[in-house]
Structures are given as C-alpha cells and as structure tokens.
C-alpha cells in the first residue's frame, strides 16, 4: 500500500546509484499510483473544469500556497503524467503538450521571438514549419535565414546579433540528414543563440538532443512517440526557464491536447522501447536491402555508410529508426507503379507508426510547388519515403522486391 507521504508511486527510482534504461522509463516514469480505487493505469481526466470547495480555497490558489488544477486550459493530471514520462525520457526538468507537433513549434516560436529578432533554420524540413517561418513569422518582423542542413559553417556565417533561435530537425526530413548538435550548439551558445531541435524523427530513445546541446527539443507526438497512427500531438522539453514562457503561450493561445488523446500518448508510450526496436532494426534491413537493388537509384539512411552523415550519426545515434527515403532509377511514373504496386504499406502521409506508410514527397508535401521550387529544395520526381512500420522485416521486403518488379 502507497504510505502516506510516500512521493508517489513511481517505479525503478528506488536505487539512487542505479538510473534506468529508456524502455524502462517509458513504461514507469510518470505514473503515480495514489489514484482513487487503486487502478493501475492513470486515469483520463475528462473534464474540463476542476472545483473548489469554497473560496476560501479558491483565493488559496490564486494566492499560490495552494498549487492544483484550475481550468482544462492550462493544466490536466493526465497531461502531467505523460509529460513527467516526456521529462524521464529527454532528461529534461520540464515539458508541455500540444494540441499537435506544428502547434508545439508555432508556439515555441511565438513565446522566444520578438519584433526584430533573426532566426536561422535549415531547408531540409518539415515543409508547414518553413510555412510558418516565411509566412507568419515575417509577419512579425521576424527576419530567418535557411542554411543547408550539416552545414556548420553556413550556421556561423548566419548568426547576427539579433539572431535569437537556430531551429533545425536531427533528423530531417526527407533526406534524413544528422546535425552534429554539439558543435552546432556550441556555435550558436557562443553567441546567445538558443538551439532548438525537431527530434520527431529520432525519438528520445535514439538520440538525447539535449545531452548533445540543445537548449529545447520538440516532437510531433503523433509520430512515433504515440505510435499507433491515431492521435495528433506535441511536445516541447526543457529546462524550466525555457518552459515556463511557453507553458504561459499555450494557455493563451489555446493549441492543448485533449485528455483522451494524452492518455493514449500515455498507452503508447508504454511501448516506446520495443516498437523503436522494430523501426530502427526494419529501416536498417530495408535501407540495406534497397541500396542493393538495381531499380533503386539512391537510399538515404543515416545507417548506412552511403549517407553523407553516417559519421556524425553513428556517433550520436543508438539507432537510425524506421524512415527511408530513396530515389527509383526511373522516372515520376516509375515511381508511382512502384508505389501503386505496394500492397503492405499504406499509401498516407506521417510517420513512425505501427503500420508502414509510404508516399511520394513530390505528390504529398510538395504538390503545388513549381519545378524551380522542387529542385531547390531537392524534392526528386522519383523520391519515395517509406516508414518501415514494426512489420515483419522479412514480409516487408518480400512486398518491396514484388513492387519494384512492377517498375
Ligand atoms: C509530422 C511532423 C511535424 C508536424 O507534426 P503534427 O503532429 O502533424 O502537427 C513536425 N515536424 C516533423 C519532423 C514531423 O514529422
């Protein structure tokens, strides 16, 4: 039984020499086991109000000697239990959730920009992030320049004085390039610069963003961190100081994750350790593979000893994770039999989930961009990207090997 003033009933903290691996976190961290009725599982907290016995305990709150939850926008026990699990697995002191990924980044933006600041980003990313940059944050006079990813000295040669943020993926997408974190961190720290990173495509179990420098780490939630294809969801993590402003903006400006889909990021949490596992050991078996075949004209993992980064991820990464990107030797219509002919992965946009996804950059995120647009930000007629879903490796490229049969 839970003793009165025990802090809680979280697992595997006991030992105070010995910390606990990632899958372990992801299944105990965070939980607290005082709940009502003993259930095991934390409950779902769906309500979008919390009472007050009187005023009394009212003005006790509004005073702070009496912390608690107030109103569904600002705070939720089952948020705080997923992002106590989020803080364990980041080694973060703090994190908040988001009603989805680009509601974490847009947020983030808008609690550390001001009027006149420049920030810095790199072309190779998530395609509604860069939006937000070039549409919005322009807006507020927030100038940003794009620098090629892995580019370090493109990063130094960026940064100003008024230079307030560098945002890059590690990995990014599509290309799946590896930022070499520490040396771009320290960059940017000398000069005042805070790094945040879109860890989305590593998750905190391949790579630790903040160990490695970064001053804030965002994910979109609904990707591997929930894993199962069925919620839309954010995070940021970080150290408190860094938190705090955007904790403020995100009661502001609204953007919370329902309580029923924190509990499922919850659930899916749970299983972190072993789906990551899976993607990391199919994308590397996939990636490999492919470069082996004739019809496959480039593969682009940072797994394999081909892509330009494999150094620097080899050396921050325990695992490459389930996304790969390739090129068909052909053309755009090549590259649409081959995917027609798929008959495991689904053809759908995202990421990172149970089921194998597969899509054509060109056709998904990058529809109505001009030909110019494409080559500039080398999107390829024939590029595929396949999430490598937690399949049989086996199943997975037995459906490849009859697809690109029908190349
Ligand atoms: C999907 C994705 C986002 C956006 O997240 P949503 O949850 O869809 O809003 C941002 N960054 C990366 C790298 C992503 O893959």
Redesign the pocket.
């Known amino acids: 039984m839970q003793k009165p003033g025990e802090k809680s009933g979280e697992k595997g903290a006991r030992d105070a020499g010995h910390a606990p691996g990632g899958s372990t976190r992801a299944v105990h961290a965070g939980e607290r086991k005082h709940h009502q009725d003993h259930a095991l599982t934390t409950p779902i907290h769906q309500t979008s109000t919390f009472w007050f016995r009187d005023s009394a305990e009212l003005r006790a709150y509004a005073e702070g000697r009496h912390p608690r939850d107030e109103y569904g926008r600002y705070s939720n026990p089952t948020w705080r239990a997923v992002e106590r699990k989020l803080c364990e697995l980041e080694g973060a002191e703090e994190a908040v959730l988001f009603a989805?990924?680009?509601?974490?980044?847009t947020t983030t933006f808008l609690a550390h920009c001001q009027r006149g600041d420049h920030i810095v980003i790199t072309n190779d990313?998530?395609r509604?992030?860069r939006q937000f940059v070039q549409q919005f944050l322009s807006r507020l006079q927030v100038e940003a320049t794009v620098i090629p990813p892995a580019d370090t000295i493109a990063l130094k040669d960026a940064l100003r004085d008024n230079t307030r943020l560098f945002f890059t993926?590690s990995p990014?997408?599509p290309y799946l390039h590896v930022i070499d974190l520490p040396e771009a961190a320290h960059l940017a720290r000398e000069r005042g610069v805070l790094t945040l990173v879109?860890s989305?495509?590593a998750t905190p179990l391949n790579h630790r963003a903040l160990a490695d420098g970064a001053d804030l780490v965002?994910?979109?939630?609904?990707?591997y961190l929930s894993g199962h294809n069925d919620l839309?969801?954010?995070v940021l993590c970080g150290p408190a100081e860094l938190v705090a402003p955007v904790r403020n903006a995100v009661g502001v400006l609204g953007g919370i994750l329902d309580p029923h889909a924190a509990w499922l990021l919850l659930r899916g949490l749970k299983t972190l350790g072993l789906r990551m596992e899976r993607h990391n050991a199919n994308g590397l078996a996939v990636a490999r593979w492919l470069e082996a075949h004739p019809k496959v004209r480039q593969v682009w993992y940072p797994g394999l000893p081909s892509h330009p980064d494999y150094r620097v991820a080899t050396r921050l990464m325990s695992g490459f994770a389930g996304v790969v990107s390739f090129e068909i030797a052909g053309d755009f219509d090549a590259a649409v039999r081959f995917t027609d002919a798929c008959t495991l992965p689904y053809i759908a946009p995202?990421?990172?989930g149970v089921e194998s996804l597969v899509e054509m950059p060109l056709l998904m995120s990058y529809w109505d961009y001009s030909p110019e647009e494409r080559r500039a930000y080398g999107i390829g007629e024939s590029l595929v990207r396949l999430s490598c879903g937690i399949e049989d490796a086996a199943d997975l490229i037995a459906d490849l090997r009859q697809a690109l049969a029908a190349v």
């Open positions: 989805s990924g680009m509601c974490a980044a990313c998530y509604r992030t993926e990014t997408n879109d989305t495509f965002l994910h979109s939630a609904t990707k839309i969801g954010g995202s990421l990172g």
